[in-house]
Structures are given as C-alpha cells and as structure tokens.
C-alpha cells in the first residue's frame, strides 16, 4: 500500500510537472502593441517594462527589463535577467531582439518609462555602460536579490535621465549592491538606505517614501497620489517619470 502510495504521489507530481513544462512553452508571447516597431518609430526609443512573473511567483512579485532602439535602427535590444541560465554556469544577462512589449508567458506588461527622440539617443550610451558594469553577471536569487529586477534598478540607477521608479513588487529592487547600504533611488530624484534588499527605506521625488521590510516595500507616493503594497502593486494614480523629457 505504502509503495502504491508513493507511486501515485510520483505520477502526480510528474504530470504536474509535464503540464506547467507544457504551459510553460505555449504561453501567449504576442506583442501588446504598446512599443512601436522600428519601422514605424524612426527614432531612437528607450523603454522600462515589468509583468507578473510565470507561475505562482506571479502571484507575488513582477520579472522587468530594459530596451531601447537606436535611431533607424532595424531591430530592438533587450535585456533582461534570465534565472536558469546561472545554473549551468551562464552569464544570466539575456539580449535579444524581440519586440520589447510581449507578454510574459501570458501576462501583460506595464510600461514605466518610454523616452525617444534626442533624449534617447543621449542616454543609449550611459545605458550600455551600465549594463556591461552590472555587478552580479553570472549570480542569480530569486529572494531577496540579484535577480532580474535587480538588474534593472542598477541600470535605472546608473542611467541619468531615467525619472522613474520600478513598482513595490519588483522583488529584488531594493538589493542596492552589498557593502552598499546608501545610495541613490532609481529616479536619481532621491537616498537610499537597504541592508542586502531586506531591510531600509528610501526618500524620493519619484518614489515618495517606501520602507522595506524582509524584501516587501510599503509605500505613498506623492507625486502621482498612489498607495505602494507588496503583492498588490499601486493602488491608485498610475506610475510615470516625473520630469518628461
């Protein structure tokens, strides 16, 4: 009975596993419609986007990345911070050229920073540079950090002209660098004070005040009346940079 039991247990969880495999590589991928495509914007673009994450993780925290298109550029550049790829050893930082507002295995992206023009063209250098001195290329921790959004607060925080601030359930955001405990916020518009993401809180323009406890931010933000809630998001006025170029 004892091996019967156990045999059932195993074929459950193998089929659970088989199905979410399944999910996993069917889920919608198509694009929003939110970035233009590079024929249809001729100049440069840089864009800031998160959605939930895959699975049950979605439930609790957002997975982010940055692009950006060079003026007449024939394709996007994205990058972003890919989990699995530590575990044989890989760097995780993933570029690709994919249309930067498709969804994440089904789930919608929210836009938090879409500058074009000149003012793009301007900070596409700065951008680069913070990717390729991102600090942590080859770890990867899902709780409390680096992971993906760490690597985009960091390149937030190392790009100026970037007036913009990721949501409270970026998980990982607040993982400002170890023997770092002060620094800048992501908008530049503010201080920062984290103990390895699980314990601070930062002042800013854009960030209004946020504490963080044992990873989660609480906050008000103040420019863009909103409260700030693990989980949950913003509840209330919807996020932008508070200097638009």
């Known amino acids: 009975m004892k091996v019967k039991s156990l045999t059932i247990l195993a074929l459950f969880f193998l089929q659970s596993a088989t199905a979410l495999a399944d999910d996993w590589r069917t889920a919608d991928r198509s694009s929003v419609g939110i970035a233009p495509t590079p024929q249809e914007e001729p100049r440069a673009v840089v864009q800031i986007y998160s959605a939930r994450t895959y699975g049950w993780k979605g439930n609790l925290a957002v997975h982010s990345w940055i692009a950006f298109k060079e003026e007449n550029a024939k394709d996007w550049s994205v990058y972003e911070v890919i989990g699995y790829y530590a575990n044989p050893g890989l760097p ?3 570029k690709t050229h994919r249309q930067p507002d498709q969804k994440w295995f089904g789930n919608d992206p929210t836009l938090h920073l879409d500058v074009r023009g000149d003012a793009a063209t301007e900070m596409i250098p700065s951008l680069v540079k ?29 790009t100026p002209g970037i007036y913009t601030d990721l949501p409270p359930h970026a998980v990982g955001k607040d993982w400002i660098g170890t023997g770092q405990p002060v620094g800048i916020t992501e908008s530049g518009t503010g201080v920062q004070f984290s103990i390895f993401g699980m314990l601070g809180a930062s002042v800013g323009l854009a960030e209004g005040i946020e504490v963080n406890l ?8 103040f420019a863009r009346p909103a409260l700030k809630l693990p989980f949950v998001g913003r509840l209330g006025m919807s996020d932008k940079p508070v200097f638009n170029k």
């Open 130 to 158: 913070s990717i390729e001195s991102y600090p942590y290329p080859d770890t990867y921790r899902i709780y409390p950090g680096p992971n993906s959004n760490t690597f985009v607060s960091y390149v937030m925080r190392n």
């Open 92 to 94: 995780v930082i993933r």
């Open 214 to 221: 044992l990873g989660m931010s609480f906050g008000i933000d």
